[in-house]
């Protein structure tokens, strides 16, 4: 059994998934550390309120951390994470040339980074001529899955028309997705769009989306093993005390956007301690933009938050059991609301907010 549906992007503002005939649709998420496709949210919620398989997915760069890349994306579809298939998108694209050996290793970094996260082996999206002149072995021998792209032509293709791949995968055995034509047209939808087969059925699809471990997906993107930094949900408004940088990404080195004059009011909806400082993300029409509240031992040195926060004075022997128990906290609510997982070290005189 096979099921048919497209990909999509932001050139598709307009389209109503549940419109169109086919049983899935994959939407682009992310791109590098500062592009979210705008078009995301309403596009994977149409698609799930229709009752069709949803795929999600992260377009690859070489021009920013590959680990960054990965929480960016986890953090954009943090809430699709198990109800939809995860893949990574294998292009070159202006100012990232990726398609060659060492953009292999990063792509196999990417995987197994979302992996590890999550529990869920993203498949990865790349042309045949590719698949075919890179070695693939380490990617092969991960288990992850095959999503190829071939075009015969750009004629029009009229409604669904799976076809067999012209010339033969080299590294592969089969493919777990075939993208035969950018051509495609189906009623309700007056331009081209990316046509897929999935060679399965919406059980098999089910078995790429869903974790078999037991962890929640805010459990595994937030309380990793190696207890990386993460991003913490957070709805504030700030009053800046000084002008500050508005950049593409959690970091110093990011493009800048803009500088924030200081007195400016900024709501923010997400915070974390990162490359010694804390961060936050402001959502703006198209995407998000990023600015540090100060250094992460002075983590609101350059802002003033509208609330009032209480805080406590580690001391010599508290553990974060301890100090949640004292407090009638969650032990994992009391360390994510300091930036931080039950895994981090605490140390006499460290202030940890309480509320």
Known sequence: ?????????????????????????????????????????????????????????????????????????????????????????????????????????????????????????????TGLSCENSLDWSSVVSGSYALWIAQYNNYNAVEGFAPRDLYGSLKHWKSAALFQYTSSGRLAGWNAGLDFDVFYGDEKTWDSYAKTPKTPTVSESVTKSAQSGPQWVSESKTYTLKTAVKLRTGASTSARVITTLAAGSTIKTDAAIIVGGYR???????????????????????????????????VKSGDSWWAIANKFGLNMSSLAKLNGKSTSSMIHPDDKLMIR
């Open 1 to 125: 059994m096979t099921l048919n549906g497209f990909d999509l992007a932001s050139y598709q503002a307009g389209l109503d998934v549940s419109e169109l005939a086919g049983d899935f649709a994959i939407v682009k998420a992310t791109e590098g550390v500062d592009y979210v496709n705008p078009l995301i949210s309403g596009h994977a919620k149409q698609t799930l309120a229709a009752g069709k398989k949803l795929g999600v997915y992260h377009f690859i760069r070489n021009d920013s951390e590959i680990k960054e890349q990965a929480d960016y994306f986890l953090t954009t579809v943090s809430s699709y994470v198990g109800k939809a298939m995860l893949v990574l998108d294998f292009e070159n694209t202006s100012g990232s040339t990726i398609q060659n050996q060492s953009g292999v290793f990063l792509a196999k970094q990417w995987l197994d980074y979302v992996y590890d996260r999550t529990g869920i082996r993203p498949l990865i999206y």
């Open 279 to 313: 961060w936050v993300r402001q959502p703006r029409s198209g995407g998000y933009g990023y600015f540090a509240t100060g250094p992460a031992n002075n983590t609101l040195a350059y802002v003033s938050s509208g609330t009032d926060h209480t805080y406590y004075t």
